[in-house]
Structures are given as structure tokens and as C-alpha cells.
Antibody, heavy 115, light 107 residues
Framework: QVQLVESGGDLVKPGGSLRLSCAAS????????MTWIRQAPGKGLEWVSY????????NYADSVKGRFTISRDNTKNSLYLQMNSLRAEDTAVYYC????????WGQGTMVTVSS | DIQMTQSPSTLSASVGDRVAITCRAS??????LAWYQQKPGKAPKLLIY???SLESGVPSRFSGSGSGTEFTLTISSLQPDDFATYYC?????????FGQGTKLEIK
């Protein structure tokens, strides 16, 4: 079945780095734009970044631009989010989702930025 | 960036009630509007896309309407499973902004 599974969330100190992964199955991954969305504890949803199927088109929310990098490996059906210079306000559950409309979501992975 | 504003922020209702949640965009988004349902500890679930198209498997008591900048999610007869938080989202611009959410509570 169509599935997305995130991993890589952890507790990290301010200024640190983390790489999130999202493993896709059940659909033609290389044909799909993919996206990351986050949700701070008790807060709403915030779109973070997206990437085209061929990786030639990427975009970022202003809040993460210059610090986060989205990438993918279509040979591994995997999506990534490299997060650098992490701040306390980056603390959130991070979801990957299939774009167009966000019709398929992963279960989320928790990132906590704290000293 | 296109801002999305939902109202109300919280809605108290009873099983069997008809309820409506409104979403306003800061500029016209044509029909590029989706609605999601989220339950505690779970990922959001797509309910409606392109203003009024029901995602496969979503009960017909959910419906969407509107155009331009004003949109509405209506639940015709609330069921116990419907108590959750609902988000609208525009996908006209590349920054896929969400509304702040509407929490639907049991009265």
C-alpha cells in the first residue's frame, strides 16, 4: 500500500544539525513532488519545503531558508531534510507528504532543539 | 505570502449537528483549496481538495464550497469520529500555507 515512513528525529542542541529521512513505498516515487511539513507542540501546521520529482525545483519557507536543504534519492525511494543551525523554534513533529494535494502523509518524527 | 484565516478557532457541537468552518484567503486562490482533519497524535488526513472534491473514502457528510477568497467546510450531521482539528490549506502559491486550525469539540 501507499506509505511514507519518517525517521531521524532526535534531541539536538541549538546550533546543531540533523538529517531526516522519509522512505516511500507503494507509488512511483520519482513521479511525485514531495514535501516536508512541521507542527510545533500544540500548534498548527507549517509547510517547510518541497522538491520536484527530478530534484530540479525546490522551495523553502522563509523560516528555514538558508538553513535547511531538501533532497531525494529516487533509486532508494527516499526523501531527506538536512537541517543545520537548528533553533529552539525548530522543535516540532516533522511530516513528509506527497504533493499535489498532500494526500499521503507519514506518521511524523519528533525533532527537539534544546540545550 | 498568502495568509489563510479560519473561523472559529474552536467550535462546540453535539452529535447530529450541522456545522460549518470558514476559511478566508488574503488574496484570490481560485479553487486551489484543501481541507484536512487531524486527530491528536496522528498525521493530518486529506478530506477535500479543489474546494469541493471529496477524497476517496471520505464520508459524504463532509462537503466544501466557496470561491476566490472565501471557503467553507460543512459537516452535515456530526458523528463521534468527527471531533478533531480541521485545517484549510491553499496550494495556489508555492508556499502551501495552512489556516491556524479549528478545533471541533463535543458540547
Amino acid at each position: 500500500q501507499v506509505q511514507l515512513v519518517e525517521s531521524g528525529g532526535d534531541l539536538v542542541k541549538p546550533g546543531g544539525s540533523l538529517r531526516l529521512s522519509c522512505a516511500a513505498s507503494g507509488f512511483i516515487f520519482s513521479d511525485s513532488y514531495m514535501t516536508w511539513i512541521r507542527q510545533a507542540p500544540g500548534k498548527g501546521l507549517e509547510w517547510v519545503s518541497y522538491i520536484s520529482g527530478s530534484s530540479d525545483n525546490t522551495n523553502y519557507a522563509d523560516s528555514v531558508k538558508g538553513r535547511f536543504t531538501i533532497s531525494r534519492d529516487n533509486t532508494k525511494n527516499s526523501l531527506y531534510l538536512q537541517m543545520n543551525s537548528l533553533r529552539a523554534e525548530d522543535t516540532a513533529v516533522y511530516y513528509c507528504a506527497r504533493m499535489g494535494t498532500f494526500d499521503v502523509w507519514g506518521q511524523g518524527t519528533m525533532v527537539t532543539v534544546s540545550s | 505570502d498568502i495568509q489563510m484565516t479560519q473561523s472559529p478557532s474552536t467550535l462546540s457541537a453535539s452529535v447530529g449537528d450541522r456545522v460549518a468552518i470558514t476559511c478566508r484567503a488574503s488574496q484570490t486562490i481560485s479553487d486551489w483549496l484543501a481541507w484536512y482533519q487531524q486527530k491528536p497524535g496522528k498525521a493530518p488526513k486529506l478530506l477535500i481538495y479543489k474546494v469541493s472534491s471529496l477524497e476517496s473514502g471520505v464520508p459524504s457528510r463532509f462537503s466544501g464550497s466557496g470561491s476566490g477568497t472565501e471557503f467553507t467546510l460543512t459537516i452535515s450531521s456530526l458523528q463521534p469520529d468527527d471531533f478533531a482539528t480541521y485545517y484549510c490549506q491553499q496550494y495556489k502559491s508555492y508556499s502551501r500555507t495552512f489556516g491556524q486550525g479549528t478545533k471541533l469539540e463535543i458540547k
